[in-house]
């Protein structure tokens, strides 16, 4: 089982590019249709990594290698993950001189811009309809990204607001 984890992460970190965000369809395909979590553990773990500081895909391979195979299992994940990031990204460091200034390099880059918005917006697709938001629940990511988009204000105030009123309405509003 733990070969398997291996390769099953070291496969996801390989072939994904844009960071954690994209990599979550992929490990949430690899584990929940293999049957090793149910979609319901796979959300709590996504919410719980998400929460966390440090790298995304490296917290969320951490708690499915917890929950499947404990330490072991987290070690494992961890090090499928970090690996090929590792190695590529030596591998560009090595030969970085030669492609810095190479079109095709800029225009590949550019190529895989929309791929990795597409695989972003996916997770959080799935997982808003996973929690079965309503209309009414919607509106405050939409607010918040409009917030941050069009006007410029920080993801930190946007952040201290919503906790401000989460706490109102969890003490006040919803006591009633």
């Known amino acids: ?44 773990l996504f919410a719980v990594a998400q ?27 961890a090090l499928g993950t970090i690996l090929p990031s590792f190695f590529i990204i030596l591998a560009i460091a090595l030969f970085f001189t030669q492609i810095q200034d190479n079109v095709w390099v800029e225009k590949i880059f550019k190529g895989l811009r929309p791929a990795v918005v597409a695989l972003i917006a996916v997770p959080c697709i799935t997982t808003a309809r996973s929690v079965k938001l309503s209309k009414k629940t919607i509106i405050i990511p939409v607010v918040a990204a409009l917030l941050i988009w069009q006007l410029g204000i920080s993801p930190v105030y946007v952040i201290l607001a919503a906790i401000a009123g989460g706490l109102y309405y969890g003490l006040y509003v919803k006591k009633v």
């Open 1 to 44: 089982m733990y070969w398997t984890l291996f390769i099953t992460f070291v496969k996801i970190g390989a072939f994904t590019i844009g960071g954690g965000y994209a990599m979550l369809p992929l490990i949430q395909r690899e584990v929940v249709d293999r049957g090793w979590m149910s979609k319901e553990d796979f959300i709590d």
């Open 51 to 77: 929460s966390l500081p440090g790298i995304f895909a490296v917290n969320i391979s951490i708690f499915v290698g917890y929950k499947l195979k404990k330490i072991t299992g987290s070690v494992v994940c």
